[in-house]
C-alpha cells in the first residue's frame, strides 16, 4: 500500500531564511509525487509535481522541491520564506503500478509552516 | 478560467437532520473527486468520478452517504442522517483526465459541516 509521511506538525522560519518542509514516501513503483498548500478556509492550491525527469521540479510562488529516489524523499524548499508563505503544506503521493487500486492519490497529514517576521 | 465552485460554504444542523452539498468543477474536467478532511488531517477520498460514472468509492460510507453526477458536469453529496462525527470539511476537486501524468486535482473552497 502506497503512504506519505510528513514528520513534522509545525515548520517555524524566520522571514527571508530558506525554508524546507519535509516529506516521506512509500510505493511499489516509481512514484508520482504532489506539494499542495492550503490557507486557512481555502481549499488545496496545487503547488508541483514530480512525475519523471529532472529530480529538481519548480513549481508556484518560488518553491521547488527535490526528488530523492534513494532515501524516497520529496521535501519542499524555498531560497527565501516570505510571511505570505504562512499555510499548511502537503505532500501527496499516487502510485501508477497500482493497478489494482484506482491509483488514488494519498496525502499527508499537513505541515504547518509559520513564518516570523 | 473559474475554478471549482462549492456551496454552501458553512453549514451547521442538528444531528440527525439531512444535508447536501454541491459541486461544479472546472469546465472540461471529466473526473471529479469528492474528499473528507479533518481537523490536523489530509483529505481523504470519498468517491471518484469520471464523467458521470462513479469509478471508486470504497471509502463512502454508504448506509448515510450518497453522491451523484448527473450529466457527468456537476455533482451533489448528501448525508443523511448526519452525526456528529460527519463535522468536517468536504472537499470537491476535479482533474482533466484521470488516467494520464497530467492530472493535477483542482479544489474548491470546501464546505465545513458543523453537526450539533
Known amino acids: 500500500a502506497q503512504s506519505v509521511a510528513q514528520p513534522e506538525d509545525q515548520v517555524n522560519v524566520a522571514e527571508g531564511n530558506p525554508l524546507t518542509v519535509k516529506c516521506t514516501y512509500s510505493?511499489?513503483?516509481?512514484?508520482?509525487l504532489f506539494w499542495y498548500v492550503q490557507y486557512p478556509n481555502r481549499g488545496l492550491q496545487f503547488l508541483l509535481k514530480?512525475?519523471?525527469?529532472?529530480?529538481l521540479v519548480k513549481g508556484s510562488y518560488g518553491f521547488e522541491a527535490e526528488f530523492n529516489k534513494s532515501q524516497t524523499s520529496f521535501h519542499l524548499k524555498k531560497p527565501s520564506a516570505l510571511v505570505s508563505d504562512s499555510a499548511l503544506y502537503f505532500c501527496?503521493?499516487?502510485?501508477?503500478?497500482?493497478?489494482?487500486?484506482?491509483?488514488?492519490?494519498?496525502f499527508g497529514t499537513g505541515t504547518k509552516l509559520q513564518v516570523i517576521p | 478560467e473559474a475554478g471549482v465552485v462549492q456551496s454552501p460554504r458553512y453549514k451547521i444542523i442538528e444531528k440527525k437532520q439531512p444535508v447536501a452539498f454541491w459541486c461544479n468543477p472546472i469546465?472540461?474536467?471529466?473526473?471529479l473527486y469528492w474528499y473528507l478532511q479533518n481537523l490536523g488531517q489530509g483529505p481523504e477520498l470519498l468517491i471518484r468520478?469520471?464523467?458521470?460514472?462513479?469509478?471508486?468509492d470504497s471509502q463512502l460510507p454508504k448506509d448515510r452517504f450518497s453522491a451523484e453526477r448527473l450529466k457527468g458536469v456537476d455533482s451533489t453529496l448528501k448525508i443523511q442522517p448526519a452525526e456528529l462525527g460527519d463535522s468536517a470539511v468536504y472537499l470537491c476537486?476535479?482533474?482533466?483526465?484521470?488516467?494520464?501524468?497530467?492530472?493535477?486535482?483542482?479544489f474548491g473552497p470546501g464546505t465545513r459541516l458543523t453537526v450539533l
Open positions: 476537486a476535479s482533474s482533466l483526465v484521470y488516467s494520464t501524468s497530467t492530472d493535477t486535482q483542482y
Open positions: 510505493v511499489s513503483g516509481n512514484p508520482y
Open positions: 514530480y512525475i519523471t525527469g529532472d529530480n
Open positions: 501527496a503521493v499516487r502510485d501508477p503500478a497500482n493497478l489494482g487500486g484506482y491509483q488514488k492519490v494519498t
Open positions: 469546465s472540461g474536467h471529466n473526473t
Open positions: 468520478y469520471e464523467n458521470e460514472e462513479a469509478v471508486d
